[in-house]
């Protein structure tokens, strides 16, 4: 389980920065749904990797990460329609 959670937790740090990386040079738009799922899934990892580990401040951050991602879908998807 510890090594599934391991991989779990690189692939969200790698994905949020691809995120970034794809933001910061104008690869895609903050408020597009690519994004906000990028965000979503490894808020996710990073997430449960924390959890984990006992590192509750971030469990916290990647909650409200979460969260934020939901919203910004949900916020976007009532846009389409």
Known sequence: MKLILDIGGWIGMIMVVTGY???SNGKI???TNTF???NLVAAFLIGLNAL????MPSVGLNAVWILIAI???GRN???QT
Do not use: H
């Open 36 to 38: 906000q799922l990028i």
């Open 21 to 23: 990386y794809l933001v």
């Open 52 to 55: 984990y580990y006992g590192a």
């Open 29 to 31: 738009e903050a408020r």
């Open 71 to 73: 919203v910004a879908l």
């Open 77 to 79: 998807n009532r846009k």
